[in-house]
Each structure stands twice: as C-alpha cells, then as structure tokens.
C-alpha cells in the first residue's frame, strides 16, 4: 500500500510538469499543443544524446534540452500558430495545424534517431527502504520527483511574482484588455509557447532517466496531458497539478492491480464518466 | 442549385463515373484495384468524419468505430457464421448505436475538449478490443476471414466499394443539402442561437454522430472484407488524424470534400512508391502547408484564388 502511494507520488509529480506545460499554452492560445507528447519525447533525445553519450553534466542537458524546446516553440509559435491564428476562420484551423506539427516532430525524430529504446545511467544509485522493506524507493526515482516539484514552483513563482508572468496571467484572461493595459500580446503569447515546449522537454529529459525515450512515445504522453487537464481543467495551473497527481496515482493503483492496458482502459472510462458531471473539469471555467 | 452545389455534384458524379468504368479501361490489375478498393473505403469513412465537422465538432474517433465496424463484421462472420450481407449492415448499425449512446454522453463537450476526448476515446476502443479475450483474440486479431467472393477476380469487391462509396455520398448529400443541413449550419455557427429558434440541439447532435458512426463502421467493415482480417492496430489514433487531413484537403464546404482528399493523398503516395517510408512525415508538412496556404481545401481552389490568406491582422 505505500508502495503504492510512494509510486503514484513520484509519477504524479513528473506527470503534473508535463501537464503545467499544455495547460499553459491553452490558456494563453486557446490551442491544444498536440505536439505536446513529441516535444518531451525530443527532450527525452536531447538529454540521451547530451548526458548519456557525450558526458555533459545532467543539470546542463536538462536545461539544454529545455532550452531546444523553448526555441522550437518560438519558432512554431511564430511562423506556424500565429499566421494560422491570424487567418482562420474556423477554430478547427489552429487545432490541425497542431496535429500536423506534431505528425512532422515524431517523423523527423524516427528518421533521426530510429525506433530503438534508449536509456541513460540512473541519476544517482542506491534505494530508500522504507518500513522494515515494506516499500522501497530509489534515489533516482526521489531525485526526479524533486526536481521536477522544484520546476513547478519556480515556475508558479514566476508568473505569481514577476512582470512577464503577471503578463502572461493578464492574456490568459483576457488578450484585448491586456493589449490595452500595453502589453506587447504577440510578444507574451510567444513566451507563453516556448514556455510550455520547454517544460515538455524538461519533464522528457528528466523522465528520460527512468523510463528511457523513444521516438513512437509522443501520442501516449500527449494523450496522458489531455487526461490530466481535462480532468484539472484546461487552462488552469492548479488543476494540471491536480490532474497530474490524480493520473498517477491512478495508475499507479492500476499496474499493481491489472495488465497496463486495461488500467488505461478503465481510466479512459472513468474520465468519460467524470466529465459527464464536470464537463468543465474540476476547476475549468465554462469554455467552448 | 446554388452553384457551390453544381459543382459538388459535378465532382462527385465526375469521380463515381470514371471509377464505374474504370476497370474496363486499365483492365482488371489487382494492384490498381485494391489502391482503389483503399480509396473507396477511405472516403467512405472520411465522410463520416467530414459530417461530424458540419455541427462543429471535430471527431478524432473515427477510427475507433471503423475498428468496431471492421470487429463485428469479422466476429459476425467468423465467430456466428452469418453472411456478409447481414453482417455489413449490422455492423454499420452497432457503430451507429455505439456513436448514438457514447454521443449523448460526450456531445456536450465543445471544441478542444471534444477533439481531445475523442482522441481518449479511439485509444480506449482499440484498448476494448485489446482485452475482448477469446471473442476478440486480443493483439492477433481475427485474421483468415474468408473470401466473400468465389473466383479469382477483384471486380465484386471492388464495385461493392463504389456501391458503398456512392450510399455514404448520396447520404451526406441528402443530410447537407437539405433542411437538415440547414440546421447543422446553424448549429456550427452558433448552438445556443440555434437552441433558441427552437431547434432540438441535442437530437440533432446525435443525429449527426449516429451517421457518422454508422459511416465509419460500414467503411471498417469493408475493410474487414477486403482485407479479410482486424486486428487493434487497424486503425489508430493516426488513421483518425488522417482522416480529417483529408476533409481538410477536399474541403469542408463540399460533400466530395471527404472523398477528393482520400483519392489525392491515397493515389499520390501510391504513384510515390519509394517515399512510402516517409508517408507519415509528408503527411505533416503537408497538413502544415494546406493549413497554412489553402484554408478552404481543393474544392474550393477556383472559386478563391490560389493566394496567400489575406491577413486581417492580430485581432480575432
């Protein structure tokens, strides 16, 4: 039964980063980043390749590998989203120009780096036994908990406490009132992307070290964020958080009780069933 | 006829035309017939996806009930032994159900949340079937169903393809062009105004589903047939993704829009055969390109000129 908790904490928190990420670019764009699986999977390549293979510290491939991904996003956003946005008269538009990006992402990455699982080394050895051997924890597993709690919160602190976050908040709830108030939108709109992409290529290069990465895993971790904001409610950091935690707790419940695709078969079911009562999520703002 | 009609049904009775005799002219190649047989079941399945886009909504779950189709056709015929020509039709009528009793649930959902549902919801089905136990058989699938047609020739398959094509147009037809469509219309545009002038939302949301469903069961179900097997992976979450690709392509204002996209993309990457290997990555810059640059699809291509998108500037 800890073991359990312990499990379902750990996933949780690594799940809750990969959430934050596409419940920020909803909220700002009003698009479902789709490419949102492909782009941890790439931070999942980039710390491979930096810190698995050619030796650079851990800390550094992770905030490489960010930094890949936010520059992607800054790109995507630029020459991609915002003509979309700009020109559509369907809200359909922006949403396909998503799936396309995220089709190019997982084939680029399957020419570049082939279908192999890769893995890199453990972060650091050794297991907490907790209880006299009734649960057992692995240093690893505790450090890319902590880690990745530690993104969150900075990343809630910056946009609580500094001006661009205020910024970035002011847009989420409204873009002609912020543009009014003198907020450069495009600007905003642009860091809020590369801010979500980023955050996937963290949350990939951080889970890269226990689960290993390759290039078909996009679609599954994509599917895995529209669970976790659907259920928090999309756009709304807390409930990302919430949705991340309760995902992984329930899978966690899941792969010690059933075959992991029937685990997903009933959280399937069970999201179904819970949005027939919220449809909102738990804390989502009545949205189209 | 509005001339946007004209044209719609021009192309649709273009292409049913020069498929009908087509075999006499390129004789009877096996090859050339199951590219076609692929195209015909595509766009029959594409159509469905292309109904759903009239009220709105954007279905990425088409795929999930092609498998369920393509499951109770194979099941039907191999498990209980009945003929294909029962199981076709109930097949397309337990997608239909399923698309009507899962609709009533989730039709609720608007825009990204409906998209993103509807992907869970391609994943959950194909997981279903994953774990049927001995009625599904799991990741094997049910493979060896036999030949409906006796002799060696394509022909019957292939004409029951067009046979099929042509009920699934002449269906989307009937619904777009009449007072239906009409109501569809007004419902993408604005579903509480809709409400408002008495118009029965719900039901007709439905409505509009259950067809869609039972259009991509009997599109799963002849795939069953021609392929003569189902398994989980038939169709996935990137079938479904294509799909709309090709609704996107043809053009979401025409009945053969659904249609137009499958046969281009379908028979150009045929003509590409060493690009096979790349299909998926094409099929992405391409669905950037056409977003970017032909926001109205091929059918529109004369009406609108081939330009760049007029920007309006930032504002929405």
Redesign the interface.
């Known amino acids: 039964m800890l073991q359990i908790l312990i499990n379902g904490l750990i996933l949780g928190s690594a799940y809750a980063l990969i959430a934050l990420g596409l419940t920020m670019v909803f909220g700002i764009m009003r698009v479902v980043n789709f490419a949102h699986g492909q782009m941890y999977m790439l931070g999942g390549f980039a710390v491979y390749y930096l810190y698995g293979q050619f030796g650079v510290p851990f800390w550094l491939a992770l905030l490489l590998a960010g930094l890949t991904l936010g520059l992607i996003g800054v790109l995507f956003n630029r020459y991609l989203f915002q003509p979309v946005l700009a020109n559509s008269k369907r809200e359909e538009s922006s949403m396909l120009m998503a799936v396309g990006t995220a089709l190019l992402l997982e084939n680029v990455a399957l020419s570049l780096f082939g279908e192999k699982q890769r893995g890199v080394p453990a972060l650091v050895d050794g297991v907490l036994v907790l209880n006299d051997g009734d649960a057992y924890l692995p240093y690893s597993n505790l450090a890319v908990a902590l880690i990745s709690i530690a993104f969150i919160s900075a990343l809630l602190l910056f946009v609580q406490y500094t001006k661009p976050g205020r910024a970035l908040r002011a847009v989420a709830q409204d873009k002609e009132a912020a543009q009014l108030q003198g907020v450069n939108v495009k600007v905003i709109t642009t860091l809020g992307f590369s801010i979500g992409a980023a955050l996937a290529g963290i949350a990939g290069g951080l889970l890269v070290t226990l689960y290993g990465v390759n290039s078909g895993i996009g679609t599954n971790i994509s599917t895995k964020a529209f669970i976790m904001i659907m259920i928090g409610g999309a756009g709304v950091s807390s409930g990302a958080i919430v949705g991340g935690f309760a995902l992984g707790m329930a899978e966690a419940v899941g792969y010690d009780l059933l075959p992991s695709s029937m685990t997903y078969l009933l959280i399937f079911v069970a999201m179904i069933v819970f949005l027939i009562f919220k449809p909102n999520g738990l804390f989502g703002k009545p949205w189209g | 006829m509005q001339p946007g009609q004209r044209r719609d049904s021009f192309a649709i009775l273009l292409i049913l035309g020069v498929l009908l005799v087509l075999p006499l002219g390129i004789g009877q190649s096996r090859y050339m017939m199951s590219v076609l047989m692929n195209c015909a079941g595509m766009a029959v399945i594409a159509s469905g996806v292309w109904l759903t886009?009239c009220i709105g909504r954007?279905n990425i779950c088409q795929a999930g009930f092609a498998l369920i189709g393509g499951y109770v056709t194979a099941i039907l015929i191999a498990k209980a032994g009945l003929s294909f020509w029962l199981a076709l039709p109930l097949s397309c009528a337990a997608a239909a159900l399923c698309g009507a009793l899962?609709g009533s649930?989730?039709l609720?959902?608007?825009?990204?949340?409906f998209?993103?549902?509807t992907?869970?919801?391609t994943?959950?089905i194909r997981?279903?079937f994953?774990?049927g136990g001995s009625l599904t058989q799991g990741a094997k699938g049910i493979t060896g169903l036999p030949q409906q047609f006796a002799g060696d020739s394509a022909l019957p398959l292939y004409y029951l393809g067009i046979a099929l094509l042509a009920v699934a147009l002449g269906v989307v037809w009937r619904v777009h062009y009449s007072r239906l469509g009409g109501i569809f219309r007004a419902m993408r545009l604005n579903e509480d105004l809709a409400e408002s002038f008495g118009v029965n939302v719900w039901r007709y949301r439905i409505m509009a589903f259950a067809i869609a469903c039972a259009l991509g069961g009997l599109g799963g179900s002849y795939f069953a047939v021609f392929t003569q097997s189902i398994y989980p992976q038939s169709f996935t979450?990137?079938h479904s993704?294509y799909y709309?690709?090709f609704c996107?392509l043809g053009g979401?204002e025409y009945v053969s829009g659904a249609m137009i996209g499958a046969f281009a993309l379908t028979i150009l990457f045929e003509l590409l055969q060493d690009f096979q290997q790349?299909q998926?990555?094409i099929?992405?810059?391409?669905?950037?390109v056409v977003?970017?640059t032909l926001?109205n699809g091929l059918m529109a291509l004369r009406g609108f000129s081939f330009a760049w998108?007029?920007?309006?500037?930032?504002?929405?």
Do not use: D, H, T
């Open positions: 886009f954007i899962i649930v989730i609720k959902l608007k825009g990204i949340y998209s993103m549902l992907i869970c919801l994943e959950a997981l279903a994953l774990n979450v990137e993704i709309m690709l996107f979401l790349y998926s990555l099929y992405g810059v391409l669905m950037i977003m970017l926001p998108p007029q920007r309006k500037g930032a504002a929405e």
